[in-house]
């Protein structure tokens, strides 16, 4: 079973309206959470990265906020435009590890006009 | 201009046929890592480096051999591809200054076995 789970699998929203997306992980011991914007056939990009001790991390229009209490990530995407059409994906990883890092499947974003 | 290559990015073999897949960074990180991404399971670890000599396995080894023989690359050799090896390959870097160093990844390699 995957350790991360994402929320909805896909969404399309109308340009300029607001979106929220999920992040539920169940690894353990939890380091840090990171946002990915991945565009269709290129390498994802970094958005935020959160520890145990932030709760929220803002990069222009995108929010992404933790939970580390209940294990849950959100990530705001606000006035959404064209470009935001993209899978955004959640990865997880672990204290007593640097090197490994689990991945949710992704939510994939389509902006409409 | 920082980034991570991959060569080739698209590349078509048959069965059995031994391939390597090279991956380079210019941004001097100690880390290196190779992932396979596939529709619907998002991307999975297959083997990482944190730095020159020293690599390990991740969540999907089996059938990938790596190499750190250098700092700058990491290419991922399939000794004997299957089918079930198709699919898109990203190689990611990034320092290993602290926990949160945001890893960069190439634009990836469609990799397809006939």
């Known amino acids: 079973k995957n350790q991360v789970e994402q929320s909805p699998q896909s969404l399309i929203i109308l340009e300029g309206k607001n979106c929220t997306l999920q992040?539920?992980?169940?690894?353990?011991?939890?380091?840090?959470l990171r946002w990915y914007k991945q565009d269709t056939g290129r390498g994802p990009v970094s958005l935020t990265i959160?520890?145990?001790?932030?709760n929220t991390k803002s990069n222009g229009r995108y929010t992404a906020t933790l939970d580390a209490d209940t294990k849950q990530s959100s990530l705001h995407i606000t006035a959404s435009q064209l470009s935001d059409s993209a899978s955004y994906i959640c990865?997880?990883?672990?204290?007593?590890?640097?090197?490994?890092?689990?991945f949710g499947a992704g939510t994939q974003v389509v902006v409409t006009p | 201009e920082a980034q991570v290559t991959q060569n080739p990015r698209y590349l078509i073999t048959v069965t059995g046929k031994k391939l390597t897949v090279t991956c380079s960074q210019n941004?001097?990180?100690?880390?290196m890592s190779w992932y396979r991404q596939d529709p619907g399971l998002g991307l999975r670890q297959i083997y990482y480096?944190?730095?020159?000599?020293?690599?390990d396995k991740g969540d999907v080894p089996e059938g990938y051999k790596v190499s750190r023989k250098e700092k700058r690359n990491f290419p991922l050799i399939l000794e004997s591809p299957s089918p079930n090896q198709t699919s898109l390959y990203f190689c990611?870097?990034?320092?290993?200054?602290?926990?949160?160093?945001?890893?960069?990844f190439g634009p990836g390699t469609r990799l397809t076995v006939l």
């Open positions: 990611a870097s990034r320092p290993l200054r602290g926990r949160t160093d945001t890893q960069y």
């Open positions: 992040c539920n992980y169940t690894v353990s011991p939890f380091s840090n």
């Open positions: 941004m001097n990180h100690e880390y």
């Open positions: 990865v997880v990883s672990k204290t007593d590890s640097w090197g490994k890092f689990q």
């Open positions: 959160m520890t145990f001790s932030e």
């Open positions: 480096s944190m730095n020159v000599e020293v690599t």
